[in-house]
């Protein structure tokens, strides 16, 4: 049973450039979560999905950061333009909505922007 | 004041010790508890859910006091492989808008 799928595991990006961050969520599951970690702030909320609709945003830090979630199976995080103060691990993490139900992480993009 | 709060540690304990984490929360409203292990360098797996009776899986302990809103992880007989980051994570109505601690870090020495 696949888990939850990001891409890329890396990114390099100069100053300014675009970066899209991609996700497929576990098959089933309705909610999907966009967070990001650094070591100053730790793992932060940025946005989450349920049923492919934005709920929250108030997580995004600026307008420079969107993301979509076209269908059930796919979701976008992008940052345009980027700063090097984006550089930080990015998780995707997707679960069912309802009490109890944990969240099942990717293994996340480690963003650095020079 | 922070949704979630930790005590960032580091703790350092040796094998075989008990030691116990503790993990507050301000809002009252607070449905879903769970507490997760991050490793270096990769992505934060689930440990265990907290039930409002308290819980326990082998080694591992959780309980959750509401009147005074902390949910605690206690860990007995520690292993060298217990070393990590411990995350404790409160969720609202319908587990949307899960919100993490910023972790404490254990470290097991021999």
């Known amino acids: 049973d696949a888990g939850v799928i990001q891409s890329p595991r890396h990114e390099v990006t100069e100053m300014g450039q675009e970066v899209t961050l991609r996700c497929k969520p576990i098959s089933g599951h309705n909610s999907l979560f966009w967070y990001r970690q650094t070591m100053m702030r730790g793992l932060e909320l940025l946005i989450y999905?349920?049923?492919?609709?934005?709920?929250?945003d108030s997580g995004m830090p600026e307008d420079r950061f969107s993301a979509k979630m076209p269908n059930a199976s796919f979701s976008t995080l992008k940052i345009q333009p980027s700063e090097p103060r984006d550089s930080a691990v990015y998780f995707c993490?997707?679960?069912?909505?309802?009490?109890?139900?944990?969240?099942?992480f990717g293994n996340g993009t480690r963003l650095t922007v020079t | 004041r922070k949704e979630v709060e930790q005590d960032p540690g580091p703790f350092n304990v040796p094998e075989g010790a008990t030691v116990a984490f503790n993990c507050t929360y301000s809002?009252?409203?607070?449905?879903?508890f769970f507490w997760y292990r991050q490793d270096c360098r990769k992505e934060p797996k689930l440990l265990m859910s907290?039930?409002?009776s308290g819980n326990e899986d082998g080694r591992f302990t959780a309980q959750l006091n509401r009147a005074s809103q902390y949910i605690s992880l206690l860990i007995r007989d520690s292993k060298l492989s217990d070393s990590a980051t411990y995350l404790c994570?409160?969720?609202?109505?319908?587990?949307?808008?899960?919100?993490f601690g910023a972790g404490t870090r254990l470290t097991v020495k021999p």
């Open positions: 993490a997707s679960s069912m909505t309802g009490d109890a139900s944990p969240l099942h």
């Open positions: 907290v039930y409002s």
């Open positions: 994570v409160v969720t609202s109505y319908n587990n949307n808008d899960m919100r």
């Open positions: 999905f349920n049923n492919n609709v934005p709920i929250d």
């Open positions: 809002n009252s409203a607070s449905q879903s």
